[in-house]
Each structure stands twice: as C-alpha cells, then as structure tokens.
C-alpha cells in the first residue's frame, strides 16, 4: 500500500511541479494586474471567468470522467485509439457549438451580465478561450490516462510560457486591459494546443464510435449536472456579488480567491495523478485500503497548506499587491480550508465512480448549490466578501460529507475519521489562535511550521509512520548541523 502511494506522490509531484510553476507565475502577475487594472476590470474579467466554466461543464456532458472510466476497461490498443478519437471527435463538435453561439450572441451576455452591451467584445474573447481550454483539456487528458506527468508538465510550461509573455505584451505594451489578459491567455492555450495536434494526429483520425460513445454517455451524462453544480458554487459567488455588492467587490474578493487558491498547488497536482491512479489498481481490497490512506493524508497536506496561507496572507498581499487590495486578507482563510474540504470531496467520490454508481452524484452537488445560493443571499448584502468566502466554506464541507455518506452506502472505504478529524481541528485550532493574537510574521511562520508536532501529542500517527518520520529526521538532521 506505502508503494501505491508513494506512486501517487510522485505522480503528483511531477504534475505539482507544473502546477507549482504556472500557479507562482499567477501570483507574480498579481502585481502586474493590480497596476494595470482596476478592481472593476478584474471583476470583469472573473465574471466571465466563471461565466465560461460553467458553459464548459455544459458542453462537456461529462465526457472527461467518463474517459478516465472507460480508457482502463481494456488495454486493448484498437479500443484505446478508438476512445481517443471518439472523444476528441464529440469535444471539438461540442467547443465549436458553443463558440458560434457565444459569438453570435456577446452582446445579449454582455448586457445580462454588465448591464450593457459595451463589453460584447469581452465576451467574444471569452468564448474563443473556452473553445481553447475544451479542446487543449482533452488533449492533455491523453498525458494523464497514459501516466506520463512528464509529457503533460512539458506542455504546461509552454502554454504557461506563451500566456505570460502575451498577457504582459498585451498589458503593458499595448494597454489593452481586460481584453489583454483575456486574449494573453488564451495565446498561450492556442499555440500549445495546435503542437499536440501534431504531435497526436496518428491517434486523430476520421473514426466515431456511435456504440461507445453511446456508453460513455450513460456513465457521463450524470456526471453532467453534478459538474455543473459544482462548478456553480465555485463562480456563482461571483455573480452574486457583481449585482448585490458591485464590481469593485467582486476584484477585491478575487484577489482574495486568487491567493488562497495556491492551496490548488496542492489540489491541482493530485487531483490530476488521482483518476489514473485510482482507476488502475486492479485489486479492490488493495483499492479500498489505499483510498483510506489517500483521503487522511489529503487532509492533512490541504490543512496545513490552508493554515499557513491563512495566518501569512496579510504579509502576502502587502508583497504581491498595492494597498488597494489590502483589505482582501480578511477572506483568505475561510477560502483556503474550503480548498481543503474540496481535496477531501475529489477523493470520496472514486467509490461512485469505482462502483460505477454516477447517476445520483448530482443530488448531492444539487444540494450544496441550493445552500451555497441561499448563503450567498443572506450573507453578501450584510457582509460582502466575507459572507461570500463563509458560504463557500460551508458548501464544500457540505458536499464532502454528503458525498461521503452517499459513496460509502455504495463502495465501502476504510477511511480514518478519527485521524482526519485531529488534523482538521489542529488547523484550526492554530489559525484561530494566530488571528486572535494578530502574531506578527515571525510567530505566524513558526506556527505554520510547528502544525505537524502539535499533532504529536494527539496520537495522530501511527507506529508505521513515526518510525519513517525518525528515519527522515535522522537524514536531515545532520545535514542541518
């Protein structure tokens, strides 16, 4: 089981590697962004961030989960290429569908979600990345089916690459402002995405599979709506904010979000190595047992992540941002435990998927959208931001444990409830203590440090772990002398 995690975390690392590069990037633009645009250009810009994830759920219909499914039902090469194309196939008819009608109908969305038709052409750019993003996605789908972080971190770094340099370009060359980082990135998605068609155009061609693409839409379709109320709660924030509290809270929430999102550095990694990882052990009593392994230490890894970003946030925002954007501290932390309740949600519900049970995932997604949409009409008019970053903390803890209960009533894991609950609690525990106290820099870091002794009193780990954790210390404690 150590050796299946070990695989796990090397899969992830690699990936985290690219996801690492291109999140630190992220954050550097921050600067940039904050100069060149103003809190109601970057709540533009998220609006239809949003808008275009949720069309992109829609118009995948749950093609990708159900790849990752069917991809090891056979090593057969024939079936494999002939998935492939089928996917590709019903991916580019799908993106293009959707392009055509976001261009013919900009100036419609722009006035439904501004007020106005002046930013039809924001809207057309932001069309023409969702065509970008579908079709790159599928393509880099490829790399992780076939175990081969190496393949898909290269293609990262150049679309990250690409992107950078355009968006900077565009930014402060041509002061193009929203519309600069919208294109910018984008460019970078085009560019990479047209070297994959030739690097894949032997596994490409004319073929369609109507059978199989009939089977993937049976396990897929009910992938559908649970994706798409999922990818609700993560946005719809956002638009509750742009018509109750306004655009210029929507850019400081955003940049909020976007610090706590490097949370995703850790989320991203495994969530890419997970499907592939999970799918392909064979053995369901080696399966079950791992999956129990896997979910307390994507605990444990997303708790520490969110307490140290929690407690450093206001000395983060001071290096990346101007003062402007100071006050958006206040919403980091309830955003970054809620990544880490999403980590918690992405590994409880391979026992759906593993037992193949997908049709009534989307009650529970249903379910946090209904209380993430009723939290957010309480909670924004009376405080802003702040109630926007609770309720999306209370919906993902929400999904996780209905998802929980729902995967555990049809694939039974062994998971460490016991161990899972000392590691939330001590995270807690330790951000509530540091922003009572208001510590200055020097004690929120050595108590971001100290998280995994504080679980040593608890008895959080076990005779396995200790003995390895004596081991490590044992190699780097003379290398510290």
Request: charged content about 15%; hydrophobic content about 55%; overall charge positive.
């Amino acid at each position: 089981m150590y050796e299946r995690i070990k695989e796990l975390l090397r899969h992830s690392a690699v990936y985290g590697f690219g996801t690492l590069v291109a999140r630190v990037l992220g954050v550097l633009m921050l600067p940039l962004y904050t100069r060149y645009l103003t809190r109601e250009d970057y709540g533009q810009i998220e609006v239809l961030i949003a808008l275009t994830a949720v069309l992109t759920t829609v118009a995948q219909l749950g093609m990708k989960g159900a790849f990752f499914r069917f991809y090891f039902q056979s090593r057969d090469p024939a079936y494999r290429v002939r998935l492939v194309r089928t996917a590709f196939w019903f991916t580019m008819t799908s993106a293009t569908a959707v392009l055509l009608a976001g261009l013919a109908l900009a100036g419609e969305v722009s006035g439904l979600l501004f007020g106005t038709s002046e930013h039809a052409n924001l809207v057309r750019a932001s069309f023409v990345g969702l065509w970008a993003a579908m079709n790159y996605e599928q393509m880099g789908s490829l790399f992780r089916v076939e175990q081969r972080p190496v393949g898909f971190v290269t293609a990262t770094l150049a679309n990250v690459a690409v992107t950078v340099a355009a968006t900077v370009v565009l930014l402060v060359v041509f002061d193009q402002g929203a519309m600069g980082v919208i294109v910018g990135s984008f460019t970078g998605t085009l560019s990479v995405y047209a070297v994959l068609l030739a690097y894949r155009r032997f596994q490409l061609g004319l073929q369609f599979d109507r059978a199989l693409f009939r089977e993937l839409n049976r396990f897929g379709l009910p992938l559908m709506p649970s994706g798409l109320f999922l990818w609700g709660m993560s946005f719809s924030d956002r638009f509750f904010l742009v018509k109750l509290s306004g655009e210029a809270e929507v850019g400081l929430y955003s940049i909020g979000v976007r610090l706590a999102s490097a949370i995703l550095l850790v989320v991203t990694a495994f969530r890419t190595a997970w499907p592939a990882f999970a799918h392909s052990i064979e053995d369901e009593t080696e399966a079950r047992r791992t999956y129990g392994f896997v979910m307390t230490y994507a605990v444990y890894v997303t708790c520490w992540a969110a307490l140290a970003l929690s407690l450093l946030a206001p000395w983060l925002l001071e290096l990346m941002t101007t003062p402007e954007f100071y006050a958006a501290e206040n919403v980091v932390a309830p955003l970054a435990f809620a990544g880490a309740a999403f980590a918690a949600y992405v590994v409880s519900q391979i026992g759906t998927h593993r037992a193949g049970r997908t049709r009534s995932n989307w009650l529970v997604t249903g379910a946090g959208a209904a209380v993430n949409v009723v939290l957010n009409v309480v909670l924004i008019p009376p405080f802003g931001r702040m109630g926007a970053a609770v309720a999306t903390l209370v919906t993902y803890t929400a999904i996780f444990a209905l998802m929980a209960w729902r995967a555990q009533r049809v694939y039974r894991v062994p998971y460490q409830w016991r161990r899972i609950a000392q590691v939330v609690a001590a995270a807690v525990a330790i951000t509530v203590l540091g922003k009572a106290l208001d510590v200055p820099l020097a004690v929120a870091a050595a108590l971001a440090l100290a998280y995994p002794l504080a679980l040593l009193p608890l008895g959080f780990y076990l005779p396995g772990e200790r003995r390895r954790l004596r081991l490590a210390a044992g190699r780097i404690l003379p290398l510290v002398r």
